[in-house]
């Protein structure tokens, strides 16, 4: 077999069998496929489209192109959830501790940010001792014993994923559903996780921002898990607004404790829920709404809450830089932005949002920026909500003062008050597969 007839088959739009596959995926790590033409092969992927079969089959040999982390040591069903990433995204610090509390088991491999989608490594990393970097013996038995554990992904999961994606990224082919669908589930198929829950993000602050294109990616990655023998459930969020109120690493920590003691933001709290009621159900604790309802009453009784101090505490965090963060980081320097007018709050987009949290230090410009851990945004109110002119909008945090001005601008032009009130978007679209959409079930 030589790649050259595998890149003039799929230039042909030809349909690629699991062998082709497989030569290419392997060639490429072993460095018997140059790269040029592996940016061959992908440029007519993205042109040419794959078939459901040929990107299942994409996703597989991505998959075993490493290790498979091996959970046999976990008991029970392991339900793994995964994000496609936006702006003020912490679920996973607060799906785990419910998923904990009602007697489940999430054994999460979680990433860094790039740019201004904060990764839930950053986050817990902003926890002073906190440690990302598990033995598979250390991850385990925190799983076992707490009901839950969250480790960084290692260079062992999917190599091929990481070779491919440097590939897409500097040959204008990222957007491609059928490669981002392959890459998200190579890695997940990789993890050990019995069954999955996707949480597809759709709007501005989110790689895919329209439903239809959601839809789309949504559908392939509950066709590549079935195919691939996961039951996998996939709903589709909104991220035209930052989820909850706010964003940066440490304040996002504080707010998912807000949350599971049962005072965080409505609109953080509903999808939060419904990610943990999907994921229960599917580890076997009942219908979707009973899930539902044992999730939200775990937030009422303190035990969401225990299960997040004893997760931090597991891992080697000081929980009590939560309330206290003057113990182990300098105050950072703050500003607030007020009201020009009386009318409602509206954001115009969740990526300038995050670009303007990346701007204050609390995201990675590059993968070599050092981050600032106290940096980040607090919103005062809600969309939609009224506002009196002179009153505070939000609040911007720092080590660095002279940050403020460039993201300040940058906020000036999307955080608007304006004279009539808009009707608010769903929290949730729609949900893939599984049980009943749980669109308009609360």
């Known amino acids: 077999m030589r790649i050259y007839d595998v890149i003039e088959k799929k230039a042909a739009h030809h349909e690629l069998t699991k062998e082709e596959l497989q030569f290419f995926v392997e060639g490429l790590c072993s460095g018997k496929v140059p790269d040029y033409q592996a940016a061959a092969l992908i440029m007519a992927m993205f042109l040419n489209g794959m078939s459901d079969q040929e990107t299942a089959d994409l996703t597989a040999v991505m998959a075993d192109s490493g290790e498979h982390i091996d959970l046999s040591g976990i008991d029970g069903v392991k ?3 995964h994000s496609t990433g936006g702006i003020g995204d912490k679920t996973t610090l607060i799906i785990g501790p419910i998923i904990a509390a009602c007697g489940g088991k999430m054994a999460k491999m979680s990433g860094r940010g790039l740019g201004c989608t904060g990764g839930t490594i950053d986050k817990l990393e902003s926890i002073p001792g906190f440690q990302t970097s598990l033995t598979q013996e250390q991850f385990i038995h925190n799983v076992n014993a707490i009901g839950m554990a969250v480790t960084g992904q290692t260079a062992n999961v999917a190599p091929a994923d990481k070779k491919i994606y440097a590939l897409r990224d500097v040959t204008a082919t990222v957007a491609s559903i059928p490669l981002i669908a392959s890459s998200i589930m190579s890695k997940k198929l990789a993890s050990g996780a019995d069954k999955l829950v996707l949480d597809v993000k759709m709007g501005s602050g989110a790689f895919v921002k329209d439903l239809d294109g959601a839809k789309k990616l949504a559908e392939m990655m509950v066709r590549i898990g079935e195919m691939n023998g996961r039951e996998t459930v996939a709903v589709i969020t909104n991220m035209n607004r930052p989820l909850g109120k706010r964003v940066g690493n440490l304040l996002e920590v504080q707010e998912a404790e807000q949350t599971l003691q049962g005072r965080g933001p409505e609109d953080l709290t509903e999808v939060c829920l419904c990610l943990a009621a999907q994921m229960l159900s599917l580890a076997g604790k009942g219908s979707y709404q009973a899930c539902y309802e044992m999730a939200e009453a775990t937030l009422k009784n303190g035990a969401a809450q225990a299960a ?10 000081a929980y009590d830089v939560i309330a206290h963060p003057e113990r182990y980081y300098e105050k950072p320097a703050e500003r607030t932005i007020h009201a020009k007018q009386s009318g409602y709050l509206q954001i115009l987009s969740a990526e300038e949002i995050g670009r303007a949290s990346m701007m204050l230090g609390a995201g990675r410009e590059t993968k ?75």
């Open 368 to 442: 070599d920026s050092r981050l600032d851990y106290t940096a980040g945004i607090v919103f005062h109110k809600n969309i939609g909500d009224a506002v009196d002119h002179g009153e505070a909008l939000c609040t911007l945090y720092a080590q660095d003062s002279s940050r403020f001005q460039e993201a300040a601008a940058v906020l000036a032009g999307t955080v608007t008050v304006t004279g009539r009130q808009l009707k608010p978007e769903p929290l949730i679209f729609i949900k893939m597969e599984g049980h009943p959409s749980c669109v308009g079930m609360r």
């Open 79 to 81: 339900v793994d959830k």
């Open 308 to 317: 997040f101090q004893s997760f931090i505490q597991a891992q080697g965090g």
